[in-house]
Each structure stands twice: as C-alpha cells, then as structure tokens.
C-alpha cells in the first residue's frame, strides 16, 4: 500500500485515496477532502492482491514501516501516482522477518502473525518457505513494495515447532528507473522456536508498535547467513581428517609468537579430563551438530582465554574437508568477533586448512 493507491473500507463503508501514514494508521482522503485516519488492517486497495491459501484478504495487504514511513502529502506527488517515494538512507537493502502475538494481553494463549519488513526502496520479488523434514514448504511468494510490511503468515500456537527452519529468497529491483544491482537473496533463519512461550524475549522494535520478535534476512546490503549443517559432509570430513596427521591440540610457536590450536575433532575428543575416546567409530555415534558445538565451543574458549594478548595470532587448524568448520569459524568472526583480523594460515606450513586471527 503506498500513497496514492484507491482504497476502500473493509468492515465499513466508504473509502478514497490513501494521502499518507501515520503510526500504524493510514490517511485515507475522501470525496470531499477530508482525511480519515484507519488502522491499516481495516483499509484494502481496491485492486487484486495475491493472497494467502487460507488468509483474508486484510491479511494480505502491505503495511507501512511504522516508524520509517514516508510522510507526504498527496498534492506534492507528481502526477503518475505510481511513482515511489524513496526515504533517504533506502538504498541499502535490509530485509526483516517480525513475529507478533496476535492477542497481546492474553501472551500465553495467542497465536502469532509472522510479517516480511522491506525497509529499503527496492521492490522484491520473494518466496517464504518452512522445512517438512529434509524437504521444503512454499508458504507465500509475492511481492513486497519498498518501506513496507507484508504478513505472510498466522502461526497457531500448535504447529509453533514447525516454524524452526525459515527460507526466504528475493530479488531486489526498481520499477521505472536504474538502479544499483543487488545480489539475489537467499538465506536460511533459525528460529528459537522456545522464545514463542517467553514475553520478555519479544522487544520493542522500529517497525511495529507493539513488542516483537525481528530477525534479519539482509541488513544494509549484508545478509545474514547463519550456519548450515550438513551431517553428511561433516561425517565425510571427519573421516579425511582421521587420516591426516594433525599437530597436538594447543602448541606454541616461539619462533613465529604464534599459538596453534587444532580444531581436529578426533584430536579435541582424545585428552584425559574424560571427553569420549578417539576411537573413529565412537566418535562418528555422536552427532555432528553435537561435534561441531565442542569444535565451536574450544575456538571461542581459546578467543576468550587470549583476549588481552593484543598482537597475538592464533592459527586454528580446522581441515580442508567440506568446509563445514571454516565456515562456522568465519561465521563467528564475521559477526561476533568483528575487531578481530584473520585470514588464511600460511600454507606452507599449515596447509589449506587453517585460518589465522590476530588478537586486536
């Protein structure tokens, strides 16, 4: 919904010309000039909307970005009432997906209405889709216009488990005009399905006036690429790694002033304080989500026990393999350890399967 667009009441009569926004609420104009302020679920653009197997047509409709909205009036509008005012600071793509309880003074019964938040000036043309086992749910594909919020979804309070994997992919573009291209998005989010049944867990947030779950998808052009594990290349992994010939857990390098940390799993698991035997097949009956943690969980101890050694640099050995551990190393440098440097290990002596960090 943007101003201009012709609108009409949904659970009365009347209607008009949308002549902007304020809140959550939209200005519609009438015949005689007036402006009528309407909650934005109440209002429905008097054009056909793609909508949702099992949705009103309410629930389909765009809502502005409450905060972010753009404020005009419609005299200043050119005469083409397609043309779409961008905000200052739009042109960086940033994608959001917001979860809301539907009845919010009853928290522990309610179900949830789960929104897309374009707060760019791109339009995007996207698919929403949850996992049904080692499959895919197409749930919603559409568009969604710039500065706006699109609900995609009712969340029962039943299936809540079935919302633990999201995928959303979009294409990002203007109509009307050039524009600078943006990379195809194509991310998969976790959800924390266990925050669903804890009210202190859904802040206050720019896009909705009440308390909410937001998720990013793309934030100022950089999307969020949370980790993906794949059991089976971990295992594969696990077995090549078996066969090499890795160096001790923790060594230091004095002629380099380097610390050496091998993130080899039968290496981490093979110490005397208790930790599962180094025997290949013990190793390969616990899962590699549980592997991968204790990998993780000794890559951050270590980042954490030399936090103060500024200049120091750490070489983490993590394999060449599929790449699952370097992948969740970079992840966390990426996003949690961001004042920290790194890059390749020399090869020479480490080979194609570290990553070096300097403390900073």
Same mark, same amino acid.
């Given at each position: 919904m943007k101003i201009g667009d012709k609108v009409r009441f949904l659970h009365e009569k009347g209607g008009g010309v949308v002549a902007g926004f304020r809140g959550n609420q939209v200005l519609v104009e009438d015949e005689d000039g007036f402006q009528i302020p309407m909650l934005t679920q109440e209002v429905v653009v008097v054009e056909d909307q793609q909508t949702l197997p099992g949705l009103s047509k309410q629930h389909a409709v765009a809502a502005p970005v409450s905060d972010k909205a753009i404020q005009k009036e419609k005299s200043d509008l050119p005469a083409d009432t397609d043309t779409v005012v961008e905000r200052e600071?739009?042109?960086?793509?940033? #994608?959001?997906?917001?979860?809301?309880?539907?009845?919010?003074?009853?928290?522990? %019964?309610?179900?949830?209405?789960?929104?897309?938040?374009?707060?760019?000036?791109?339009?995007l043309q996207f698919t929403y889709l949850t996992?049904?086992?080692?499959?895919?749910?197409?749930?919603?594909?559409?568009?969604?216009?710039p500065n706006t919020q699109l609900l995609l979804d009712e969340i029962a309070r039943e299936d809540i488990s079935d919302f633990g994997k999201i995928v959303v992919q979009a294409l990002a573009y203007k109509q009307q005009k050039t524009f600078m291209l943006k990379?195809?998005?194509?991310? %998969? #989010?976790?959800?924390?399905?266990?925050?669903?049944?804890? &009210?202190?867990?859904?802040?206050?947030?720019p896009f909705f006036e009440t308390a909410a779950l937001i998720y990013a998808i793309v934030e +100022?052009?950089?999307?969020?690429?949370? &980790?993906?594990?794949d059991a089976r290349q971990l295992k594969e992994s696990m077995y090549k790694n078996? @066969?090499?010939?890795?160096?001790?857990?923790?060594?230091r390098k004095?002629?380099?002033? +380097? &610390?050496?940390?091998d993130l080899h799993a039968n290496q981490l698991l093979d110490n005397p304080e208790g930790v599962p035997s180094t025997d290949l097949h013990s190793l390969l009956?616990?899962?590699? @989500?549980?592997?991968? +943690?204790?990998q993780m969980e000794k890559f951050r101890s270590v980042l954490k026990e030399?936090?103060?050694?500024?200049? #120091?640099?750490?070489?983490?050995?993590?394999?060449?393999?599929?790449?699952?551990?370097?992948? +969740?190393?970079?992840? @966390?440098? %990426?996003?949690?350890?961001?004042?920290?440097?790194? %890059?390749?290990?020399?090869f020479l002596e480490y080979g194609y399967g570290a990553t070096q960090v300097t403390i900073r």
């Open positions: 600071g739009g042109d960086k793509l940033s #994608l959001f997906l917001g979860i809301t309880p539907i009845e919010r003074g009853n928290f522990f %019964q309610t179900n949830f209405e789960l929104y897309l938040v374009n707060d760019s000036n791109y339009f996992s049904e086992g080692n499959n895919w749910h197409l749930r919603y594909h559409g568009e969604v216009e990379q195809p998005v194509d991310v %998969q #989010l976790h959800i924390d399905t266990n925050k669903f049944f804890k &009210l202190h867990d859904f802040k206050e947030n +100022a052009d950089r999307p969020n690429n949370p &980790l993906q594990i078996a @066969e090499e010939q890795p160096k001790k857990v923790v060594k004095e002629e380099h002033d +380097a &610390l050496v940390v009956r616990a899962t590699p @989500e549980k592997i991968l +943690a204790y030399n936090a103060k050694r500024k200049g #120091l640099k750490i070489i983490f050995i993590h394999g060449k393999g599929e790449g699952v551990l370097r992948h +969740a190393i970079i992840n @966390e440098l %990426q996003h949690k350890y961001k004042q920290y440097q790194y %890059q390749d290990a020399s």
